[in-house]
């Protein structure tokens, strides 16, 4: 197998970042998933968002094939953006995917477990918007 893309989640809480992964990886059925790394809070434990622990959580993930980063609120996608702009902060192929938190990281992470590229596991990340439960 080919490498995996990784994923990065982002969250204003560490908690909440910590469970959607959990999450996400119980619901790939047990089998190997792709990396999955959670970057929630700051430093010290507080909600926010910290481009440190972003990209710390992205070098950990990286497998060479690309990283997808999932965030929850506006100033992550804020803080993600700055990340891509500096150029140096991310891996290479890093990509912020829009889509919603939850569904879009189990979208993310089982089409990463299953080999998808980085456009697939956006692709189906980003169409997680389209689930509709009413």
Known sequence: MSALVGI????????VAAAVAELATGLTG?????????????PDGGL????EL????????????GVAIL???GSAVLTVKAL??????????TRL????????????LVTAS????????????SEAYAYHKV
């Open 71 to 73: 965030v929850d609120l």
């Open 8 to 15: 990065v989640l982002v969250s204003h809480s560490a908690p």
């Open 30 to 42: 047990g089998a190997t998933t792709a990396p999955v790394a959670a970057a929630g809070g700051t």
């Open 48 to 51: 926010g968002t910290s481009s």
């Open 54 to 65: 972003i990209s710390t959580a992205a070098a950990a993930v990286d497998r060479g094939a």
């Open 114 to 125: 299953a080999g998808g590229d980085l456009d697939a596991v956006e692709a189906a990340a």
């Open 84 to 93: 891509l702009a500096e150029g140096d902060e991310l891996p290479d192929g």
């Open 97 to 108: 995917v829009d889509a919603p938190f939850l569904e879009g990281a189990v979208a993310a």
